[in-house]
C-alpha cells in the first residue's frame, strides 16, 4: 500500500474508533455513569493498554526512558495541551453552553490544524485540501444538531471554552507531528507518553471538583473501559498516521468521527437517534469533504 493510502487509511480507522468510543460512553450514561468519572476512566485504560504493549514488546520503561528528555517533553506537551487541557475546557464549555453550540464550535478543530501545520510545519495546503477541510467541518457541524436542535450563537466569555478545547486539540496535532520529524519515537512509545502526561491534570480536577465520581465501580464502568480500549486504537492509529503523514490530511480525516458516531447509534441507540434531512445533507458534505481531502 503506498504511502499516502496507509495514512488515509490509518486516519479512517483513528476516526472511526474515534466514534465508537462515544457509543460505549452513552450507554455507561444510560446506566447511570458520569461524564467526569468516564474521562477518568478512559484515560487510565488508554494509558494502560499502551504501557501493557511496551512491555510486552520487551521493552517497557526502558523504551521510553531511551528517548532523549526533549524528545519526551515533546510528547508529553502533547498530552497536557490536547488531552488535558482540550478534554477539561470541553467539559467546562458543555456546562456553560449549549451541547450543540460546543459541538459546532469543537469540531472546527481541522481548520486551525491545517492553518497550524502550513504555518508552523510548512506543510501543503492546496486550496483544493482547504474546500474539503471545510466541507468535513460543515457536515460535522450539522451532524451535531442532526436531532432537529437549533443553534442561538449568543456573545459570551462561556463560547470560548469549546472553541479553546479546539484549538488545544489541533495544537496537539501538529506538536505530535514535529516530535514524529524530530525524534526516534515510536507511535506507541508516543501515545504513552502523551496519555500518562494527561493522567495529572484529569486526577488532579477530578479530586478537586468531582469527588463524587470516585465511587466503588458500577456496572456503567464496563462500558467506559470498552470506550478506553475504542480510544486506544483512535489514538494508536492517529499517532501512526502522524508518523507518516502531514497533518493537513490526518487531522481532517480523524474529524470524520461523529459521522461513525450517527452511524453507529442508528443502529445500536435507535430509540435515541433518528436520521433527519439534516443528517442525510451532513453525512454526504463530510463524505464529500473527506474524499477531496484524501484525494
Not at 485504560?45 to 531511551?66: D, I, K, M, P
Not at 506507541?188 to 500518562?196: F, Q
Not at 468521527?257 to 437517534?273: G, M, Q, W
Request: proline share 4%.
Amino acid at each position: 500500500m503506498p504511502a499516502t493510502s496507509f495514512v488515509i487509511a490509518l486516519s479512517l480507522v483513528s476516526g472511526a474508533f474515534w466514534g465508537v468510543g462515544p457509543i460505549f460512553s452513552k450507554l455507561g450514561m444510560e446506566r447511570g455513569g458520569r461524564p467526569t468519572r468516564a474521562t477518568l476512566i478512559v484515560l487510565v485504560v488508554g494509558a494502560t493498554v499502551f504501557w501493557a504493549a511496551l512491555f510486552v514488546q520487551g521493552a517497557g520503561e526502558a523504551s521510553v526512558t531511551r528517548l532523549p528528555p526533549v524528545d519526551i517533553a515533546v510528547f508529553a506537551v502533547s498530552g497536557i495541551i490536547g488531552t488535558s487541557l482540550a478534554w477539561l475546557s470541553w467539559f467546562r464549555g458543555i456546562r456553560l453552553v449549549d451541547a450543540s453550540v460546543g459541538n459546532v464550535l469543537f469540531y472546527t478543530q481541522p481548520l486551525f490544524a491545517t492553518i497550524l501545520a502550513a504555518v508552523v510545519l510548512g506543510e501543503q495546503l492546496t486550496s483544493v485540501t482547504g474546500v474539503g477541510v471545510v466541507l468535513i467541518v460543515l457536515g460535522v457541524g450539522l451532524l451535531s444538531l442532526s436531532g432537529g436542535s437549533a443553534v442561538q450563537f449568543r456573545l459570551s466569555k462561556a463560547l470560548l471554552f469549546p472553541l479553546a478545547a479546539a484549538v488545544f486539540a489541533a495544537i496537539s496535532n501538529v506538536v505530535n507531528r514535529f516530535g514524529f520529524q524530530t525524534s526516534t519515537a515510536t507511535p506507541l512509545e508516543a501515545a504513552a507518553i502523551n496519555l500518562t502526561s494527561a493522567l495529572p491534570f484529569i486526577v488532579g480536577h477530578t479530586v478537586s471538583y468531582h469527588r463524587e465520581a470516585l465511587t466503588t465501580p458500577d456496572r456503567s464502568d464496563v462500558y467506559f473501559v470498552c470506550s478506553g480500549l475504542a480510544n486506544a486504537v483512535a489514538v494508536f492509529a492517529m499517532f501512526t498516521a502522524l508518523a507518516n503523514g502531514p497533518v493537513v490530511i490526518v487531522a481532517p480525516l480523524v474529524s470524520t468521527s461523529p459521522l461513525f458516531t450517527t452511524a453507529l447509534a442508528f443502529v445500536f441507540l435507535t430509540d435515541v437517534e433518528t436520521v433527519t434531512a439534516r443528517t442525510v445533507v451532513s453525512a454526504v458534505l463530510t463524505v464529500v469533504g473527506a474524499a477531496i481531502t484524501a484525494l
